[in-house]
Protein backbone atom coordinates (compact mmCIF):
# COMPACT_ATOMS: atom_id res chain seq x y z
CA UNK A 1 0.00 0.00 0.00
CA UNK A 2 1.12 3.94 -0.88
CA UNK A 3 0.21 6.96 0.75
CA UNK A 4 0.12 9.81 -1.88
CA UNK A 5 1.52 13.23 -1.20
CA UNK A 6 -2.51 14.74 -0.61
CA UNK A 7 -2.97 11.60 2.07
CA UNK A 8 0.44 12.39 4.12
CA UNK A 9 -0.32 16.50 3.94
CA UNK A 10 -3.87 15.46 5.11
CA UNK A 11 -2.68 12.90 7.76
CA UNK A 12 0.20 15.50 9.14
CA UNK A 13 -2.76 17.63 9.68
CA UNK A 14 -4.66 15.70 11.38
CA UNK A 15 -1.89 14.44 13.49
CA UNK A 16 -1.05 17.90 14.63
CA UNK A 17 -4.74 19.16 15.51
CA UNK A 18 -5.45 16.65 17.30
CA UNK A 19 -2.30 15.58 19.08
CA UNK A 20 0.14 18.86 18.46
CA UNK A 21 2.55 15.89 17.23
CA UNK A 22 4.34 17.03 14.11
CA UNK A 23 5.42 14.78 11.51
CA UNK A 24 7.39 16.43 8.84
CA UNK A 25 7.79 15.29 5.10
CA UNK A 26 10.50 13.29 5.50
CA UNK A 27 8.24 11.36 7.91
CA UNK A 28 5.90 9.67 4.72
CA UNK A 29 7.21 6.70 5.06
CA UNK A 30 6.40 6.08 8.73
CA UNK A 31 2.85 7.57 8.21
CA UNK A 32 2.38 5.07 5.12
CA UNK A 33 3.74 2.07 7.45
CA UNK A 34 1.65 2.68 10.09
CA UNK A 35 -1.58 3.44 7.98
CA UNK A 36 -1.00 -0.01 5.77
CA UNK A 37 -0.38 -1.96 9.23
CA UNK A 38 -4.17 -0.25 10.20
CA UNK A 39 -5.60 -1.19 7.04
CA UNK A 40 -4.58 -4.57 7.71
CA UNK A 41 -6.60 -4.90 10.72
CA UNK A 42 -9.68 -2.67 10.04
CA UNK A 43 -9.99 -4.46 6.45
CA UNK A 44 -9.44 -1.47 4.63
CA UNK A 45 -8.56 -1.96 1.39
CA UNK A 46 -5.97 0.84 0.84
CA UNK A 47 -4.79 3.70 2.76
CA UNK A 48 -6.43 6.06 0.79
CA UNK A 49 -9.74 4.50 1.86
CA UNK A 50 -8.32 5.09 5.68
CA UNK A 51 -7.78 8.65 4.87
CA UNK A 52 -11.35 9.38 2.75
CA UNK A 53 -13.24 7.92 5.61
CA UNK A 54 -11.60 10.27 8.20
CA UNK A 55 -12.29 13.28 5.47
CA UNK A 56 -15.81 12.46 5.22
CA UNK A 57 -16.15 12.52 9.08
CA UNK A 58 -16.91 8.76 9.02
CA UNK A 59 -17.19 7.72 12.78
CA UNK A 60 -13.90 7.17 14.72
CA UNK A 61 -11.71 7.26 11.48
CA UNK A 62 -10.03 10.25 12.73
CA UNK A 63 -8.79 8.56 16.13
CA UNK A 64 -7.67 5.40 14.42
CA UNK A 65 -5.59 7.37 12.43
CA UNK A 66 -4.34 9.36 15.17
CA UNK A 67 -3.96 6.34 17.51
CA UNK A 68 -1.83 4.72 14.73
CA UNK A 69 0.34 6.97 14.32
CA UNK A 70 1.36 7.58 18.22
CA UNK A 71 4.39 5.93 19.07
CA UNK A 72 3.95 3.41 22.12
CA UNK A 73 7.59 2.49 22.58
CA UNK A 74 7.89 1.23 26.24
CA UNK A 75 9.40 -1.68 28.28
CA UNK A 76 9.77 -2.51 32.21
CA UNK A 77 12.13 -0.47 34.26
CA UNK A 78 12.52 1.70 31.17
CA UNK A 79 15.74 3.48 31.45
CA UNK A 80 16.13 2.49 35.46
CA UNK A 81 17.51 5.35 36.87
CA UNK A 82 14.31 7.09 37.64
CA UNK A 83 12.84 4.11 39.50
CA UNK A 84 16.56 4.52 41.45
CA UNK A 85 15.99 7.98 42.82
CA UNK A 86 12.36 7.24 43.78
CA UNK A 87 13.55 3.96 45.64
CA UNK A 88 17.13 5.39 46.96
CA UNK A 89 15.27 9.11 48.06
CA UNK A 90 12.26 10.48 46.69
CA UNK A 91 9.58 8.12 47.71
CA UNK A 92 10.94 8.22 51.55
CA UNK A 93 11.31 12.01 51.58
CA UNK A 94 7.39 12.28 49.86
CA UNK A 95 6.50 9.38 53.02
CA UNK A 96 7.68 11.62 55.28
CA UNK A 97 5.78 14.62 54.64
CA UNK A 98 3.19 12.73 54.23
CA UNK A 99 2.77 10.78 56.89
CA UNK A 100 -0.51 12.37 58.62
CA UNK A 101 -2.35 12.33 55.80
CA UNK A 102 -1.07 8.75 54.34
CA UNK A 103 -1.47 9.27 50.91
CA UNK A 104 0.59 9.01 47.87
CA UNK A 105 -0.38 9.79 44.03
CA UNK A 106 1.44 8.95 41.51
CA UNK A 107 0.69 10.24 37.51
CA UNK A 108 2.04 8.46 34.85
CA UNK A 109 1.14 10.45 31.27
CA UNK A 110 1.55 8.63 28.15
CA UNK A 111 1.74 5.57 30.13
CA UNK A 112 1.20 3.37 26.59
CA UNK A 113 0.88 -0.14 27.18
CA UNK A 114 1.12 -0.02 30.96
CA UNK A 115 5.11 -1.42 31.63
CA UNK A 116 5.95 2.55 33.51
CA UNK A 117 3.01 1.92 35.88
CA UNK A 118 3.38 -1.26 36.38
CA UNK A 119 7.23 -0.95 37.42
CA UNK A 120 5.97 1.83 39.54
CA UNK A 121 3.46 -0.52 41.65
CA UNK A 122 5.92 -3.24 41.66
CA UNK A 123 8.85 -0.72 43.09
CA UNK A 124 6.12 -0.02 46.06
CA UNK A 125 5.43 -3.03 46.83
CA UNK A 126 9.09 -4.67 46.83
CA UNK A 127 10.76 -1.68 48.64
CA UNK A 128 8.03 0.09 50.49
CA UNK A 129 5.55 -2.44 52.47
CA UNK A 130 4.14 0.72 54.63
CA UNK A 131 2.29 1.26 51.90
CA UNK A 132 -0.05 -1.19 51.96
CA UNK A 133 -1.25 0.94 54.77
CA UNK A 134 -1.47 4.01 53.08
CA UNK A 135 -4.52 5.23 50.38
CA UNK A 136 -2.21 4.60 47.32
CA UNK A 137 -3.08 6.11 43.69
CA UNK A 138 -1.08 5.32 40.31
CA UNK A 139 -3.04 7.26 37.89
CA UNK A 140 -2.24 6.09 34.36
CA UNK A 141 -3.20 8.11 31.29
CA UNK A 142 -2.11 8.22 27.37
CA UNK A 143 -4.53 9.44 24.33
CA UNK A 144 -5.09 5.87 23.13
CA UNK A 145 -7.89 4.18 24.10
CA UNK A 146 -7.20 0.90 22.30
CA UNK A 147 -3.29 1.11 24.38
CA UNK A 148 -5.62 1.45 27.13
CA UNK A 149 -7.32 -1.46 26.68
CA UNK A 150 -4.40 -3.76 26.36
CA UNK A 151 -3.00 -1.85 29.53
CA UNK A 152 -5.90 -2.74 31.86
CA UNK A 153 -5.39 -6.41 30.62
CA UNK A 154 -1.89 -6.41 32.39
CA UNK A 155 -0.96 -9.59 29.99
CA UNK A 156 2.70 -9.52 28.12
CA UNK A 157 4.56 -11.23 25.54
CA UNK A 158 7.66 -13.70 26.92
CA UNK A 159 8.86 -10.54 25.14
CA UNK A 160 8.07 -7.91 26.45
CA UNK A 161 8.19 -9.26 29.75
CA UNK A 162 11.94 -10.05 29.32
CA UNK A 163 12.83 -5.92 28.40
CA UNK A 164 14.05 -4.62 31.65
CA UNK A 165 11.98 -6.48 33.97
CA UNK A 166 14.14 -8.20 36.89
CA UNK A 167 14.31 -11.47 36.51
CA UNK A 168 12.97 -12.21 40.29
CA UNK A 169 9.72 -10.22 39.80
CA UNK A 170 8.29 -12.24 37.31
CA UNK A 171 7.33 -15.38 39.11
CA UNK A 172 6.41 -12.96 42.38
CA UNK A 173 3.71 -10.34 40.35
CA UNK A 174 2.65 -12.97 36.85
CA UNK A 175 0.98 -16.13 36.21
CA UNK A 176 1.28 -17.75 33.05
CA UNK A 177 -1.56 -17.40 30.83
CA UNK A 178 -0.85 -19.61 27.92
CA UNK A 179 1.84 -18.43 25.91
CA UNK A 180 1.62 -14.96 27.94
CA UNK A 181 2.36 -13.47 31.28
CA UNK A 182 -0.50 -11.43 33.37
CA UNK A 183 -0.22 -9.53 36.43
CA UNK A 184 -1.47 -10.44 39.43
CA UNK A 185 -4.26 -8.67 40.73
CA UNK A 186 -2.71 -6.75 43.53
CA UNK A 187 -0.71 -5.13 41.25
CA UNK A 188 -3.62 -4.70 38.62
CA UNK A 189 -5.85 -3.22 41.08
CA UNK A 190 -3.15 -0.38 41.91
CA UNK A 191 -3.50 1.17 38.63
CA UNK A 192 -6.18 4.01 37.52
CA UNK A 193 -6.02 4.11 33.86
CA UNK A 194 -7.68 6.66 32.30
CA UNK A 195 -7.69 8.53 28.88
CA UNK A 196 -6.51 12.01 28.40
CA UNK A 197 -4.77 14.16 25.73
CA UNK A 198 -2.15 16.31 26.98
CA UNK A 199 -3.28 18.71 24.79
CA UNK A 200 -6.71 18.81 25.52
CA UNK A 201 -7.70 19.96 29.19
CA UNK A 202 -7.45 17.63 31.90
CA UNK A 203 -7.53 17.85 35.90
CA UNK A 204 -5.98 15.61 38.59
CA UNK A 205 -7.96 14.33 41.36
CA UNK A 206 -5.79 14.10 43.55
CA UNK A 207 -3.48 16.21 43.32
CA UNK A 208 -0.05 13.81 42.62
CA UNK A 209 2.97 14.17 44.27
CA UNK A 210 5.29 12.66 41.30
CA UNK A 211 4.71 12.89 37.93
CA UNK A 212 6.27 10.95 35.03
CA UNK A 213 5.93 13.00 31.69
CA UNK A 214 8.76 10.74 30.09
CA UNK A 215 9.74 10.61 26.58
CA UNK A 216 6.77 12.19 25.11
CA UNK A 217 7.51 16.07 25.28
CA UNK A 218 10.13 15.30 22.44
CA UNK A 219 6.72 14.84 20.12
CA UNK A 220 6.17 18.52 20.23
CA UNK A 221 6.93 21.98 19.42
CA UNK A 222 8.73 24.21 21.95
CA UNK A 223 4.83 26.33 22.45
CA UNK A 224 3.10 22.86 23.61
CA UNK A 225 5.92 21.79 25.80
CA UNK A 226 5.77 25.05 27.77
CA UNK A 227 2.01 24.59 27.73
CA UNK A 228 2.58 21.23 29.29
CA UNK A 229 5.43 21.90 31.92
CA UNK A 230 3.27 24.85 32.64
CA UNK A 231 -0.28 23.32 33.48
CA UNK A 232 1.83 20.43 34.81
CA UNK A 233 3.53 22.75 37.70
CA UNK A 234 -0.05 23.78 38.60
CA UNK A 235 -1.25 20.78 39.19
CA UNK A 236 2.12 18.63 41.04
CA UNK A 237 2.19 19.34 44.90
CA UNK A 238 4.77 21.88 45.57
CA UNK A 239 7.06 19.56 47.02
CA UNK A 240 6.55 17.27 44.65
CA UNK A 241 9.01 15.57 42.21
CA UNK A 242 8.81 15.61 38.10
CA UNK A 243 10.24 12.97 36.29
CA UNK A 244 11.24 13.56 32.10
CA UNK A 245 12.90 11.59 29.66
CA UNK A 246 16.71 11.05 29.15
CA UNK A 247 16.70 14.01 26.00
CA UNK A 248 14.40 16.21 28.21
CA UNK A 249 14.38 18.93 29.81
CA UNK A 250 12.68 22.68 31.09
CA UNK A 251 15.78 24.03 30.74
CA UNK A 252 14.73 26.88 28.44
CA UNK A 253 11.25 25.48 27.85
CA UNK A 254 9.51 26.37 30.76
CA UNK A 255 10.04 28.71 33.82
CA UNK A 256 9.71 27.43 37.79
CA UNK A 257 11.06 24.31 37.84
CA UNK A 258 14.57 23.24 39.13
CA UNK A 259 16.58 20.97 38.39
CA UNK A 260 17.66 18.31 41.11
CA UNK A 261 20.78 15.83 40.62
CA UNK A 262 20.00 12.12 41.97
CA UNK A 263 23.37 10.26 41.07
CA UNK A 264 22.79 9.24 37.24
CA UNK A 265 19.32 10.98 37.30
CA UNK A 266 17.90 14.17 37.19
CA UNK A 267 14.40 15.14 38.07
CA UNK A 268 12.76 18.38 38.90
CA UNK A 269 10.78 20.16 41.23
CA UNK A 270 9.05 23.67 41.52
CA UNK A 271 11.52 26.70 42.15
CA UNK A 272 10.84 28.04 44.73
CA UNK A 273 10.91 31.94 44.54
CA UNK A 274 14.27 33.22 47.44
Not at 51 to 59: E, I, K, L, Q, T
Not at 165 to 185: C, D, H, I, Q, V
Not at 226 to 233: A, F, G, H, Q, S
Request: charged share 25%; proline share 4%; glycine share 4%.
Amino acid sequence: MEVTPQDAQFVRDLVLRQAAIRLDGEKDYFIQMRLAQLADVSGASSIGELVNDARRGAPGAEVRIVEALATHETYFFRDLHPFEALRKEVISRLMKARESSRQLTIWCAACSSGQEPYSLAMLLREHFPALSQWKVCILATDMSEQILSKAREGVFTQMEVNRGLPAAYLPRYFERTGLNWKLRSGIRDMIEFRRVNLIDAWQMVPTPDVVMLRNVLIYFDLPTKRRILDRVRQQIAADGALFLGAAETTLNVAEGWERVANDKQTYYKIKVNP
